[in-house]
């Protein structure tokens, strides 16, 4: 899928980070995937990449069974399924999405912020260095 950011996507990434920030986890509304990384790419082209995932699952178990029955081993591998990859993590730019790894779904998502990558993890909102990821994601 080929997305192009909004005009003025700088002002609108900022206003939704600091949006999220302040929201409380929740499987299938407020996670790395919807809610995060869906979310963020939402605010940055206004277009819904997440919309065939949300409100599909309440629990990370059912996160876990419509990844599967979806065909996906990974979150990295849903996402290539809807976002151009990038052939090597450090051209992400700000706003793009990526995957660094995690045990249940073997990866989680986070979203590119300069030298930092957004994260969300049921403990709260929070960043990592950008070296963190293992995989990259164009939004626009």
Not at 10 to 15: C, H, I, M, P, S
Not at 55 to 64: H, M, N, S, V
Not at 82 to 91: G, I
Request: hydrophobic share 45%; glycine share 10%; aromatic share 8%.
């Amino acid at each position: 899928m080929s997305l192009t950011r909004v005009d003025n996507w700088r002002a609108a990434f900022a206003a939704e980070v600091e949006r999220l920030r302040r929201l409380p986890f929740a499987w299938g509304t407020h996670d790395c995937g919807v809610g995060l990384a869906g979310n963020l790419t939402l605010a940055l082209t206004g277009v819904d990449v997440a919309a065939p995932w949300r409100g599909r699952y309440t629990t990370q178990a059912g996160a876990l069974r419509v990844l599967r029955n979806d065909g996906f081993s990974t979150l990295g591998d849903l996402v290539a399924s809807v976002l151009p990859e990038h052939d090597h993590r450090s051209r992400a730019r700000v706003g793009d999405v990526g995957a660094i790894e995690a045990e249940a779904f073997g990866h989680a998502l986070c979203v590119v912020d300069f030298d930092r990558v957004h994260v969300l993890t049921p403990d709260g909102f929070g960043t990592l260095d950008r070296t963190a990821m293992v995989r990259a994601f164009k939004v626009g």
